[in-house]
C-alpha cells in the first residue's frame, strides 16, 4: 500500500506512470485532486480514467478521507492545499499540472495561491470560488440525513434535469441513482464520519474570490450545464476573474466527466498544449 509521511499525517496514495519507449520523452506529472468524500477504494476511481493513459499521474485520499489519517480536529483549505504540495516534495515533483474536481478543484485554487511556481496547467472542474463570486451547495447543511435521504435530496441538485416529472418518468433508473449514491461501504469504519464531517466544515469557509485575480497559471475552468452544485453562472464568473483562463461547458450536471465523453478529451488537450 503506497503511503507517505507528511508531517502529522500518513497519505495514501496511487500513481500510474506510463511506460516509455526509447527515445520518447517522458510522460507530464499530473496530480489529481479529488472531491468531497473522496476514497480510491471506490471503483472506479480518477485512476481508472483517460487522463492516466497519457500522463504520470497521482491520485490521493485527502485528510479524514479514505486510507490516509483522519486527526479530529479542524482542517483548513490552507492545510489541503499544503498537502497538496508536500506530497509533490514526497514524490521529488518540482512542477505538475494538476486538475482540481469539485471540492479538489477548491484545493486546486489554494493550491495556486500559496504555491504559485508548483502548477504549469490547471484544470479546475465543477468548482467555485466562494464569497462573492459564488459558492457551491452546502453540503455541509444536508450531512445529518440519512443516506437515502440526503441522495434523493442532492440528486435534483447534482443535474438539475433530474425533475419531479424525469423521475416519474424513469423510476427504475432514480433508484437506481439513490442506491449508488446512498452506499458508503466504509461508513463504519472509526474516523470515517468524522474526517468527512471536517472535510465539509473546511469547505464551508472556502473563499478564493478577492485572490482569484493572482492565479496566472493557464487554466481550464470546466463545468456541466445542468449542474445545480457548482452553478454555470460560477463558471462566468470565475473565468471573467482569472487572469488566464479559458472555459468549457458540457453536457451534463456534476458528474458531466463521466456524462460527456468530450470532457476528458478537451481537458488532455489543454494539459498537453506547449
Known amino acids: 500500500m503506497p503511503t507517505v509521511k507528511l508531517g502529522d499525517l500518513e497519505?495514501?496514495?496511487?500513481?500510474?506512470?506510463?511506460?516509455?519507449?526509447?527515445?520518447?520523452?517522458?510522460?507530464?506529472?499530473?496530480?489529481?485532486?479529488?472531491?468531497?468524500a473522496g476514497d480510491l477504494r471506490n471503483k472506479p476511481s480518477a485512476m481508472d480514467g483517460p487522463l492516466a493513459k497519457h500522463f504520470d499521474m497521482v491520485a490521493y485520499d485527502q485528510r479524514g478521507l479514505g486510507q490516509t489519517s483522519k486527526p479530529d480536529r479542524p482542517y483548513t483549505m490552507a492545510e489541503y492545499a499544503d498537502d497538496a504540495a508536500a506530497l509533490m516534495d514526497a514524490l521529488g515533483w518540482t512542477m505538475a499540472h494538476v486538475v482540481?474536481?469539485?471540492?479538489?478543484?477548491?484545493?486546486?485554487?489554494?493550491?495556486?495561491?500559496?504555491?504559485?511556481?508548483?502548477?504549469?496547467?490547471?484544470?479546475l472542474a465543477c468548482t467555485s470560488p466562494g464569497g462573492a463570486g459564488g459558492s457551491s451547495y452546502p453540503l455541509h447543511e444536508?450531512?445529518?440525513?440519512?443516506?437515502?435521504?440526503?441522495?434523493?435530496?442532492?440528486?435534483?441538485?447534482m443535474d438539475t434535469r433530474r425533475t419531479p416529472d424525469w423521475i416519474a418518468a424513469n423510476p427504475e433508473t432514480y433508484e437506481q441513482?439513490?442506491?449508488?449514491?446512498?452506499?458508503?461501504?466504509?461508513?463504519?469504519?472509526?474516523g470515517h464520519t468524522m474526517g468527512q464531517r471536517r472535510q465539509l466544515e473546511a469547505r464551508a469557509g472556502h473563499d478564493t474570490w478577492d485572490r482569484l485575480h493572482e492565479i496566472t497559471c493557464p487554466t481550464l475552468l470546466c463545468g456541466g450545464k445542468?449542474?445545480?452544485?457548482?452553478?454555470?453562472?460560477?463558471?462566468?464568473?470565475?473565468?471573467?476573474?482569472?487572469?488566464?483562463?479559458?472555459?468549457?461547458?458540457?453536457?451534463?450536471?456534476h458528474m458531466f466527466m463521466i456524462q460527456d465523453r468530450e470532457a476528458f478529451v478537451e481537458m488532455t488537450s489543454f494539459l498537453k498544449e506547449e
Open 177 to 190: 441513482f439513490v442506491a449508488f449514491a446512498a452506499n458508503d461501504p466504509y461508513r463504519d469504519e472509526p
Open 11 to 36: 497519505v495514501y496514495y496511487e500513481r500510474k506512470a506510463l511506460e516509455v519507449t526509447s527515445g520518447s520523452p517522458a510522460p507530464a506529472p499530473l496530480l489529481f485532486i479529488s472531491g468531497t
Open 100 to 123: 482540481g474536481v469539485s471540492f479538489g478543484g477548491m484545493v486546486a485554487q489554494e493550491l495556486a495561491l500559496r504555491h504559485p511556481a508548483r502548477i504549469q496547467r490547471l484544470v
Open 142 to 157: 444536508v450531512q445529518h440525513l440519512d443516506p437515502i435521504a440526503r441522495a434523493k435530496h442532492l440528486i435534483p441538485i
Open 226 to 253: 445542468y449542474d445545480g452544485q457548482a452553478l454555470p453562472e460560477t463558471q462566468l464568473k470565475m473565468m471573467e476573474r482569472l487572469p488566464n483562463a479559458e472555459l468549457k461547458m458540457f453536457e451534463g450536471g
